[in-house]
């Protein structure tokens, strides 16, 4: 529900009822993961999506439902046998969806719409199983642990469920947790859904090149926040990166050791310039960052490593380094070339063998460890 942020801010503000089918829980091959959801408001009009197509219809009916009769539902939608084009999910999976109707003025999600517009770190905990009457209440979560709302049942339940959903956002996840109705923390009772909502991922582009140009686009559509650093201010200019979040003009080396990173941040090395590369890599090596990655022939990779080397990294720090950067896709111009980057950093983050699905018997879906993902399952927010 939070990734619609933009558009159901609008619609509160316009003072539109809604209703907001939001996956909860996925089994199998299911196309979208929890969090994945469908609003619709009370002339029909629809965003979103729970399923990539194959449950919409009924979906977008119970929301219809929910709208004129103010009740929240859980529904399962798995694969039908019988008919593989009747309801159900043709991929085989299965989802669990919590279809909650929400008035323009409902304090707790207009504020976690607001706050996940603005960019800001919150999670938003709903009651998606348990007593009939709890079903769809909402607490809004913030990273000190406060919340907003309450889920109206016993005195213990709102402190407990707060704590269990600032555990999530701790992490950056988004899933579901069990909790007793009394408020104790044995499992039981009420299923929490808790939405978690964290900045984007940093992408830290070096060398301000066309390749980088087009990378920048490819990780804007990934959804990173995407910064371009250069040392050379005739070339890192917003002519030249008009998409790019932030554009600096520093050493990369430098700019890496004071800038923040995580277990998120991608950075991409794409100067292929010794001067540049091995003091950046020296420094990217060593921090707890999720993919690093280096452009340039396998005669320029042989000469960096020999150069890492010397300056003091093990084996283990080289066996980090993703280089040539890219997936062989055969690429050629720098658009293409961006993609196969993108697909390389795509495939690091979610476990995928970057082979071609056809003929080769491995997963569609990983749950980043290079799993099949099978049962039902929580996402890491990215």
Request: one cysteine or more; a negative charge.
């Amino acid at each position: 529900m939070l990734d619609m942020a933009e558009e159901l801010n609008r619609w509160f503000e316009e003072g539109r009822d809604f209703a907001v089918a939001t996956v909860v829980a996925v089994g199998g091959s299911a196309p979208r993961g929890p969090g994945a959801a469908l609003a619709v408001d009370r002339q029909g009009t629809a965003i979103g999506s729970v399923s990539g197509g194959c449950v919409e219809g009924a979906v977008y009916d119970l929301c219809v439902q929910a709208l004129q009769d103010g009740r929240t539902v859980r529904e399962r939608f798995g694969y039908s046998d019988e008919d593989a084009f009747a309801v159900g999910l043709t991929c085989g999976g299965v989802i669990e969806v919590l279809v909650t109707p929400v008035r323009a003025d409902a304090p707790v999600f207009r504020a976690a719409v607001s706050a996940a517009r603005r960019g800001e770190t919150a999670a938003l905990a709903r009651v998606a199983g348990g007593p009939a009457e709890l079903l769809g209440r909402a607490l809004l979560v913030h990273p000190d642990g406060s919340y907003e709302g309450s889920l109206e049942g016993h005195p213990e339940l709102d402190r407990t469920a707060a704590a269990e959903a600032r555990a999530l956002l701790d992490s950056g996840r988004t899933g579901t947790v069990e909790i007793a109705a009394d408020g104790s923390r044995c499992p039981g009772g009420v299923t929490l859904f808790v939405e978690s909502r964290v900045p984007p991922p940093r992408m830290i582009v070096f060398g301000a090149v066309d390749f980088a140009t087009a990378l920048v686009r490819a990780g804007k559509f990934l959804g990173y926040h995407v910064t371009v650093c250069d040392a050379r201010p005739v070339f890192a200019t917003r002519v030249r990166f008009a998409e790019a979040d932030e554009l600096v003009v520093d050493w990369p080396h430098r700019y890496l050791r004071r800038t923040a990173t995580d277990e998120r941040t991608v950075l991409c090395v794409l100067t292929h310039d010794a001067k540049f590369d091995v003091p950046l890599l020296e420094t990217a090596l060593r921090l707890p960052v999720a993919f690093v990655g280096a452009m340039g022939s396998r005669r320029t990779h042989e000469d960096r490593d020999r150069r890492l080397r010397d300056v003091g990294l093990g084996e283990r720090e080289l066996a980090r380094l993703r280089s040539p950067i890219g997936l062989d896709l055969g690429a050629r111009t720098p658009e293409e070339t961006a993609l196969s980057i993108a697909a390389e950093i795509v495939a690091a983050r979610r476990g995928g063998t970057g082979v071609p699905l056809t003929g080769s018997g491995t997963p569609i879906h990983h749950d980043g460890d290079g799993r099949e993902m099978g049962g039902i399952r929580s996402r890491a927010v990215a």
